[in-house]
């Protein structure tokens, strides 16, 4: 697909696994964050997000993780099914602007 | 998919041509956003606006213009093609939370 790098982190796990995926986020001033999956050939698709003034915030099969003390953000995908398989990437949104900042991505592969 | 259209969804066009690709929301939402995106760069700003006729640059915004003459639409220009503006382009609107979501994408191709 057109999507993201030719040379973006990858992560394969075997269905069923639980996968994380990590993100470092650079402005210290961001309140809000959010995760997102792109499948080939597809828009990204807002999967969870969660605010600076949480620490972890579940959805279905999903967790996000957020360190401050580190700028680090981590979404955990449980039992993971081929459907996971495609690039997610962060985004953090800092204090006061409009705009949201992009990681790069990072590639999930599930293995039968 | 918040009710975002992105039309043409392909294109394929000689350097120097004008090009506009457009975006429409049904959700009546404020901010509407342009994106590029290409290998290792991932997701960049070329415009976004916060209102009808109200327009601001991103971080890629040379070679391109935008217009917003009603809520419903966002209208990407590029005024002459390059083959350096050979990309999938994205637009996204701002819900309610400050989340972005995405429209399906626009593959342009510059020969």
């Known amino acids: 697909g057109e999507n993201v790098g030719l040379h973006l982190p990858t992560l394969s796990v075997q269905e069923g696994d639980n996968s994380i995926i990590n993100c470092a986020y650079s402005n210290s001033a961001s309140d809000y964050f959010i995760w997102y999956k792109q499948e080939s050939g597809k828009g990204p698709q807002f999967i969870i997000d969660?605010?600076?003034?949480?620490d972890k915030r579940q959805g279905q099969r999903v967790t996000v993780l957020l360190n401050k003390t580190v700028k680090h953000l981590s979404l955990q995908i449980a039992a993971t099914q081929p459907g996971d398989s495609a690039v997610y990437f962060c985004?953090?949104?800092?204090?006061?602007?409009?705009?949201?900042?992009f990681g790069q991505g990072t590639r999930l592969t599930i293995n039968p | 998919d918040a009710g975002i259209t992105q039309s043409p969804r392909h294109k394929v066009t000689e350097t120097g041509t004008p090009v506009t690709l457009r975006c429409h929301q049904t959700?009546?939402?404020?901010?509407m956003y342009w994106y590029r995106q290409d290998p290792g760069h991932g997701l960049r700003l070329i415009h976004y606006?916060?209102?009808?006729?109200?327009?601001d640059k991103g971080e890629v915004s040379d070679g391109y213009s935008v217009s917003r003459s009603k809520t419903e639409d966002f209208l990407l220009t590029l005024e002459s093609a390059t083959s350096s503006q050979t990309s999938v382009y994205f637009c996204a609107i701002r819900g309610l939370s400050d989340t972005q979501y995405f429209g399906p994408g626009t593959r342009l191709t510059v020969l």
């Open positions: 969660i605010r600076s003034n949480m």
């Open positions: 959700e009546n939402h404020r901010y």
């Open positions: 985004a953090e949104n800092p204090r006061g602007a409009q705009k949201l900042v």
């Open positions: 606006s916060y209102g009808v006729k109200d327009t």
